[in-house]
């Protein structure tokens, strides 16, 4: 197994592209703490999976932009598994279409704590118990063309993830690798909630591979960047949008 022996945290990890990749790296062997917010019942669903099979998991509810929160998530992973060598930081969302012009500053800052703040917040409690190992962040296909309407906010907090993506690479190698996704349109409740049906249907006609991504496929990339397969790559931010736009 390529990750036998190894103890991995995903945030966010209780449904869509968080579960998916909690239990791809459970069948590769990672013990797998899974942080979740609100999906406590994919969250309990994914543990019971992986211990059926003989793995090891827990679930911790939590806030990542609480430092409180994010510290519990450290220290109960790091009892039960007794270090951490995979991050992947893959909490966030959108929160509501707004232009400029009717967004609050509480609705900017709610975005970037969510989607920034919280990955520094995790990966800064995580290193100082990785001596080796990967952190695989989740940016978006909006960092790199802004996302559609109503998505600044959140285009500009995931092009900040591929920039600390490629500043941190930098500061923590040759130890530690640090990699990013930039998804395109995953068949996921992000998409069931802020993008409309059609949009969704004219994509998978434009698009060269003529559908939408599956968090399996994700789930696949994060295992890749997360293991010692992608082990000269570090910095990249990858896209996984089935050729919709090329970087």
Known sequence: ???AGQAAIVTG???D???AAVLKLASEGASVA???HSSSEGADAAVNQIE???GRAFALKGDLTKQEDVDALIAKTVEEFGGINILVNNAGGLIARKKIAEMELDHWNAVMDLNLTSVFMVTRACLAHMQTGAVVNLAS???RDGGGAGAVAYAASKGAIMTMTRG???EVGPEIRVNALCPGMIDTDFHNVHTPDAA???YEAAVPVRRQGTVEDTASLILFLACEDSAFITGANIDINGGMLFS
């Open 17 to 19: 592209i968080g579960q």
């Open 141 to 143: 296909q909006a960092a």
């Open 200 to 202: 969704r249907r004219g």
């Open 52 to 54: 059926a099979q003989g």
């Open 13 to 15: 990890g209780g449904r």
């Open 168 to 170: 941190l690479a930098k």
């Open 34 to 36: 899974i942080n979740y």
């Open 1 to 3: 197994m390529k990750l």
